[in-house]
């Protein structure tokens, strides 16, 4: 087991009408002037944020509202925010919806609490120092945001989807109400399925000696989401499989399930962040499109983990209980069962398995752009189980382009 640091401080309230607790939450932390962040409006066509409003009307909050964030969402509207929030001399920000809401509002911290632009936090050439306070109210179970220290944002000069990690802006709390979920559409909803296996995925793919509670715990929560996203599917109102994911979003990104490990692979992401900035998929989908393709290349550098992956999270049966002994043709057969048992998930649930299947046909030349920008003009890799270079990359998107 390798050394690690477990931080979570985010205060979860989780289950029904929990969001009508949101003015003594804010009262606790002597909110005076508040941004609702918030997205394309179905905040509001759900009465959820005129609800809100009128709660912390009630109460003698002030606030002021900024909507509009998109999927992968954009640093226009983050720069907009800064200059609300200064203008109007906010002190925290409740952003209302999913992952890219709560993104976006992070952003908007980092640049109202620090100088200069926040951009260069996301190119890494700073680093942050401080965020306005943040706190959510989940309309979607994805991103895993609302516990997480991560934020992406997409930046429309050149489309770049580029990655903040700091626990500055990690969510004072968090309010998940399954019940909210209820009217996502069902590509949203399944999406969503996706993107939280895949966070516990990049971290279950990894070259370390892995911690059994750990791996039990990743496993569980990896057989969890993929019988849950089938039932949803076919029952989109199933509290229980509702709570179920929601509270699986949560677990599967703050930290929990790469503890003792080497953090995890994460090539995916990576690769998946290029094609949401050049053609504004959506993340869990683009994630399917990508992940196939991505195991085949790589799970000869450790086929061990891959086949346990086969056996503990899709129940497919090896001749001897201790992996390690298999012959070399047996656990590359389990691998691939595994690989393939996880794209038949995605299929029965109506996510695609390649870049085709998005929507998007990619030209060569584009393929050498995604490559491009994934390893940055050829100055970096991604990945742990095989360390990807532009090559690669392109190989990669290749095999998944149909």
């Given at each position: 087991?390798?050394?690690?640091?477990?931080?979570?401080?985010?205060?979860?309230?989780?289950?029904?009408?929990?969001?009508?607790?949101?003015?003594?939450?804010?009262?606790?932390?002597?909110?005076?002037?508040?941004?609702?962040?918030?997205?394309?409006?179905?905040?509001?066509?759900?009465?959820?944020?005129?609800?809100?409003?009128?709660?912390?009307?009630?109460?003698?909050?002030?606030?002021?509202?900024?909507?509009?964030?998109?999927?992968?969402?954009?640093?226009?509207?983050?720069?907009?925010?800064?200059?609300?929030?200064?203008?109007?001399?906010?002190?925290?920000?409740?952003?209302?919806?999913?992952?890219?809401?709560?993104?976006?509002?992070?952003?908007?911290?980092?640049?109202?609490?620090?100088?200069?632009?926040?951009?260069?936090?996301?190119?890494?050439?700073?680093?942050?120092?401080?965020?306005?306070?943040?706190?959510?109210?989940?309309?979607?179970?994805?991103?895993?945001?609302?516990?997480?220290?991560?934020?992406?944002?997409?930046?429309?000069?050149?489309?770049?989807?580029?990655?903040?990690?700091?626990?500055?802006?990690?969510?004072?709390?968090?309010?998940?109400?399954?019940?909210?979920?209820?009217?996502?559409?069902?590509?949203?909803?399944?999406?969503?399925?996706?993107?939280?296996?895949?966070?516990?995925?990049?971290?279950?793919?990894?070259?370390?000696?892995?911690?059994?509670?750990?791996?039990?715990?990743?496993?569980?929560?990896?057989?969890?989401?993929?019988?849950?996203?089938?039932?949803?599917?076919?029952?989109?109102?199933?509290?229980?499989?509702?709570?179920?994911?929601?509270?699986?979003?949560?677990?599967?990104?703050?930290?929990?399930?790469?503890?003792?490990?080497?953090?995890?692979?994460?090539?995916?992401?990576?690769?998946?962040?290029?094609?949401?900035?050049?053609?504004?998929?959506?993340?869990?989908?683009?994630?399917?499109?990508?992940?196939?393709s991505w195991a085949r290349y790589v799970y000869k550098e450790n086929p061990l983990r891959f086949a346990r992956f086969a056996v503990n999270v899709h129940q497919i049966e090896a001749s001897r209980q201790d992996l390690s002994t298999l012959p070399a043709e047996e656990l590359d057969a389990l691998a691939l069962a595994g690989i393939k048992?996880?794209?038949?998930?995605?299929?029965?649930?109506?996510?695609?398995?390649?870049?085709?299947?998005?929507?998007?046909?990619?030209?060569?030349?584009?393929?050498?752009?995604?490559?491009?920008?994934?390893?940055?003009?050829?100055?970096?890799?991604?990945?742990?189980?095989?360390?990807?270079?532009?090559?690669?990359?392109?190989?990669i998107y290749k095999a998944a382009r149909s």
């Amino acid at each position: 087991m390798n050394n690690f640091t477990y931080y979570t401080p985010t205060r979860i309230l989780f289950g029904k009408d929990t969001e009508l607790q949101i003015s003594e939450l804010l009262k606790d932390l002597h909110c005076r002037k508040i941004l609702l962040h918030y997205g394309g409006g179905s905040a509001k066509r759900s009465g959820l944020l005129s609800r809100i409003e009128a709660a912390l009307q009630a109460s003698g909050i002030e606030y002021v509202s900024l909507g509009g964030v998109k999927p992968n969402p954009r640093l226009s509207l983050v720069y907009e925010g800064i200059a609300l929030c200064r203008k109007e001399h906010v002190d925290f920000i409740l952003a209302i919806g999913g992952g890219s809401v709560i993104d976006s509002a992070k952003a908007i911290g980092y640049g109202v609490a620090g100088d200069g632009d926040v951009w260069d936090f996301y190119l890494k050439t700073r680093a942050p120092e401080s965020c306005l306070p943040i706190g959510c109210i989940l309309t979607i179970a994805a991103a895993g945001s609302e516990m997480s220290d991560s934020s992406v944002i997409t930046n429309e000069d050149g489309w770049l989807k580029r990655g903040c990690h700091s626990s500055f802006c990690r969510p004072k709390f968090a309010v998940l109400n399954p019940e909210l979920t209820y009217t996502l559409p069902q590509y949203q909803t399944e999406s969503g399925c996706v993107d939280i296996i895949m966070h516990t995925m990049e971290r279950y793919f990894n070259q370390a000696e892995n911690m059994e509670l750990t791996d039990g715990i990743s496993e569980n929560l990896m057989r969890t989401v993929i019988k849950c996203a089938k039932i949803l599917k076919q029952d989109p109102t199933n509290y229980n499989a509702r709570a179920e994911v929601m509270w699986a979003g949560s677990l599967s990104h703050n930290g929990l399930t790469g503890c003792g490990t080497d953090g995890g692979d994460w090539a995916s992401h990576q690769l998946e962040h290029e094609l949401g900035g050049m053609f504004d998929v959506a993340h869990g989908a683009g994630l399917a499109a990508v992940w196939g393709s991505w195991a085949r290349y790589v799970y000869k550098e450790n086929p061990l983990r891959f086949a346990r992956f086969a056996v503990n999270v899709h129940q497919i049966e090896a001749s001897r209980q201790d992996l390690s002994t298999l012959p070399a043709e047996e656990l590359d057969a389990l691998a691939l069962a595994g690989i393939k048992a996880m794209e038949q998930f995605y299929r029965s649930i109506d996510m695609p398995v390649s870049i085709r299947e998005l929507g998007v046909e990619l030209t060569d030349e584009q393929i050498e752009e995604l490559a491009d920008k994934c390893s940055f003009g050829q100055t970096r890799t991604v990945g742990i189980i095989k360390k990807l270079n532009k090559a690669d990359m392109m190989e990669i998107y290749k095999a998944a382009r149909s």
